[in-house]
């Protein structure tokens, strides 16, 4: 599960009809492939995610999950098993650990939030606030890169197919640039789950440890390739 299709994927937005969203997209994503998508503001990145997680239908063409076209899959079901996390997650004021655990449906101790805390390299600034997993989250507290962190490892908790996200562009501080990378290896070298990973990328960093680079711009692919590949073209 986590292998992604889209099929000469058109979308216009009901009130703006004359200028298509996405024109003509095509791509595959396979399991366990971190793939980043990355263009200027207003260059359809946004609404191909909000495709996928069938906010929208598209105007033309397919969505292929695993092969089952993603209108005939149930809405639910399919939310279950991709995990998508925001520019700005919303954190509760609650202990990190129930933030990790929020909305999670299956059993889970401890351990597994301590497991998802690890992958999300969120482990190591948790454990340095005042009081550790006890501390109440202060949005001051934290970095936008920090907050995202918390959020992937709530996403990583209910064991996803398919994790899609919208990184931070606030707080383009140092330490999430570092750890972000840790996060998007981390994930990719869990052979046993084989996630698919897809990253609307602000960061160079990010860009680098993709296994496949997609440049979009007015709502279309520009470019595909791996990062070498799009320098060797430059
Ligand atoms: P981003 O570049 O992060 O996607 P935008 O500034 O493009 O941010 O969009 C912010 C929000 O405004 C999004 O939820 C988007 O759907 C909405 N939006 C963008 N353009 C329009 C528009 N022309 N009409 C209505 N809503 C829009
Ligand atoms: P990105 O995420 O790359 O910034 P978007 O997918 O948000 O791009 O936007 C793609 C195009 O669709 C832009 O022209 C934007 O203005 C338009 N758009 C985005 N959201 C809406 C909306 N809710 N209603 C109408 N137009 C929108």
């Avoid at 996405?22 to 399991?31: C, G, K, R, S």
């Avoid at 933030?99 to 939030?113: A, L, P």
């Avoid at 507290?141 to 920090?146: E, M, P």
């Amino acid at each position: 599960m986590g292998n992604i299709e889209l099929l000469n994927i058109s979308f216009s937005y009901p009130s703006r009809t004359a200028v298509p969203a996405l024109q003509h997209i095509n791509f595959q994503v396979h399991p366990g492939e971190v793939v980043a998508i990355v263009g200027l503001s207003g260059s359809g990145k946004s609404t191909l995610v909000n495709l996928l997680l069938r906010l929208y239908e598209p105007t033309g063409g397919e969505i292929l999950i695993d092969g089952y076209p993603i209108k005939d899959l149930d809405v639910k079901w399919l939310r279950e098993r991709i995990g998508y996390v925001g520019q700005e997650p919303r954190l509760f004021r609650a202990d990190i650990s129930s933030n990790i655990r929020y909305g999670c449906t299956r059993v889970i101790n401890q351990k597994d939030v301590e497991w998802a805390a690890k992958q999300a390299y969120a482990h190591e600034f948790i454990s340095s606030l005042p009081n550790g997993y006890q501390t109440l989250v202060d949005d001051d507290l934290l970095s936008g890169g920090q907050k995202q962190r918390i959020a992937i490892a709530r996403a990583l908790l209910r064991d996803p197919d398919i994790l899609i996200l919208d990184e931070a562009t606030s707080a383009l501080d140092a330490e999430s640039e570092h750890n972000i990378k840790g996060v998007l290896r981390a994930i990719r070298s869990d052979l046993k789950t084989k996630r698919t990973v897809l990253v609307i990328a602000h960061r160079l960093s990010t860009i680098q440890v993709a296994d496949k680079i997609i440049v979009m711009e007015g709502g279309k692919i520009v470019e595909v390739g791996s990062h070498s590949e799009l320098l060797i073209k430059d």
